[in-house]
């Protein structure tokens, strides 16, 4: 049975760069134990990226994975720090090359994650943290089954309706497959290791660095 910890509060496209292949740093943080790689999944909107950002501010050692896809950027996003924008063709390249330690289709869009900078990284002894959704998170649980999963909920289904439907970037019907998707995610909640509620931010964060063995 996966562990439930609760955040306090309970009641409350350009090909992808070349970067990504670049050695990491060994003189980075080493701990005395190599880490095991951390997935953090949970459905749109729940706040992953807003958990992982509060999380790398505080500990720049933990390297976050870029993921691949084919969705067109949103205002702010930028090429090679939020994701690796690149077309339908390129995306194509990078599965035949076996380049993806996993990827996803997610309304409309394919999602992916460039497998040899997380093998780099984790050879380095590096906290490594990948932030993807269900379908990636099954496929890494069955290459990686020593990685620490990771299920980020809300604290209510209309806390994620609400939170969803108010961003405003996208338009009405993906809003829709959006939740019909998160409806499926959270089903599937009883597969992780550890669900984290997320309450706060901070608390959230804090957990899961504890978890990461960081705190």
Known sequence: MPQTRTASHPTAADAPSPEWRQAPDRRAHRPAKAPR??????????????????LRKAHPEIWHSVSVTTRRPRPGEIHGMHYFFTDDAGFDKLVANNE???????VGNRY???RQPVL?????????????????????RAAMPEAL???????????????LTG??????EVVEQRL????VELAAEPEFDVTLVNTSVEDVARELLSLMGLS
């Not at 993806?100 to 997610?106: D, R």
């Open 37 to 54: 790689l951390t997935v953090l999944s949970g459905p749109s909107a729940v706040g992953k990226s807003t958990v992982v950002a509060h």
């Open 100 to 106: 993806l330690l996993e990827w996803a289709q997610f």
């Open 112 to 114: 992916g994650t460039p």
């Open 120 to 140: 780099d990284r984790l050879a380095a002894g590096v906290p490594t943290l990948l932030e993807i959704d269900l379908q990636g998170a099954r496929q890494v």
């Open 149 to 163: 999963q990771v299920f980020l909920a809300p604290p209510s289904w209309e806390e994620l309706v609400r939170r």
């Open 167 to 172: 961003r405003g970037t996208e338009p009405p």
């Open 180 to 183: 019909a998707a998160g409806r």
